[in-house]
């Protein structure tokens, strides 16, 4: 795969009709056939990772509330609200940096297909990992984001717990609690949503052109122009899938909290690694689709002069490839 440093010339190429949703799915569904070994190669990779930590902090973290069981009735103690707080955030930065760089991986080896080239498994990480780098400072805001909102919840749940102390002014609290709240939910799922579908092609951006994060996300803003409305829809339906699918994976957490509460830690461990053993599954065949279809999107939606860049060969595969395959890659890409 012709992956471009910063420096390169930039020349548009000629971009192809416009993809409708149903095109975008049916070219997505092509390249994961056509790539799937090293697609689910990666994707298991990501399992292994998110499964491992979350499945690990799950089982520390429900053995550690536990030691506050007989406390939690009465309210909630602060050491539980700061210890949950830094955790959660802690946790969120790992899975977060591991799914961006496994997103980068999914993008070049789409890439690599939809354009003709050879790329490994061993060449989608190295390129992956060189690029992630630049995203360390964002995903250290997102994890501060987390615990911001970890802890306000935190707080709300303390609050909750201490109406059952004064209930002259439960119901009325209750009530506005639950308003605010449903109100800013709405706001930020909004929010959400047209975000992700404004920055849909930052990956494919920093994967194809070298870009650094920085450069990626105004990138993105400017080129999805006129595509943002099947940016969503892709969001929306494939997220409903796959939310679907990973959600069966939560089942075991049902039996895991009931044996929590009677303390029965061997129950409670089993019903974790059930749980973890079906996210894995989940994260395998569901993980790389949302990826190549932002390759897709990204590959057909160059409109503007210089929207597409020149591509010149990876300086991680150069000691890898012979001479005559470079030649002929670059033949088939001025």
């Not at 951006?205 to 990138?219: G, T």
């Not at 894995?280 to 057909?300: D, G």
């Amino acid at each position: 795969m012709s992956i471009p440093d910063e420096s390169a010339v930039v020349n548009p190429l000629t971009p192809a009709a416009s993809l409708n949703f149903g095109e975008v799915i049916s070219s997505s569904f092509k390249v994961y056939r056509r790539r799937f070994g090293p697609l689910i190669g990666l994707s298991l990779i990501l399992a292994l990772a998110v499964a491992g930590l979350t499945g690990l902090y799950l089982l520390w973290f429900m053995n550690w509330v536990m030691n506050y069981a007989d406390k939690l009735y009465r309210t909630t103690p602060p050491e539980l609200i700061w210890g949950t707080t830094l955790s959660v955030s802690v946790l969120t930065l790992l899975l977060v940096v591991v799914g961006w760089w496994s997103t980068l991986g999914f993008c070049a080896l789409a890439d690599a297909e939809l354009t003709g080239q050879s790329l490994s498994l061993g060449q989608a990480i190295k390129v992956a990992i060189n690029r992630v780098t630049s995203l360390l400072p964002i995903a250290l805001v997102v994890a501060a984001g987390i615990a911001a909102f970890t802890l306000g919840i935190m707080a709300w749940t303390t609050q909750f717990l201490d109406l059952g102390t004064n209930p002259d002014n439960a119901v009325g609290t209750m009530i506005v609690t639950i308003l605010l709240v449903t109100l800013g939910s709405l706001i930020a799922v909004v929010v959400s949503y047209y975000l992700q579908a404004k920055l849909f092609l930052t990956f494919p951006v920093m994967v194809v052109e070298a870009r650094s994060i920085w450069k990626a996300l105004p990138r993105s803003w400017r080129i999805t122009k006129g595509s943002a409305l099947i940016n969503f829809l892709i969001i929306f339906v494939v997220g409903i899938v796959v939310g679907a699918v990973t959600s069966v994976s939560t089942l075991p957490l049902l039996p895991a909290g009931i044996a929590m509460g009677m303390g029965s830690v061997g129950a409670l461990t089993i019903g974790l690694i059930a749980m973890v053993v079906l996210m894995a599954i989940a994260i395998v065949f569901t993980a790389p689709f949302l990826p190549v279809a932002s390759q897709v999107v990204y590959r057909n939606v160059g409109r503007e002069q210089n929207e597409l860049a020149r591509y010149a060969e990876p300086k991680e595969a150069v000691d890898e490839r012979s001479e005559e395959h470079r030649d002929r890659d670059r033949a088939g890409l001025v």
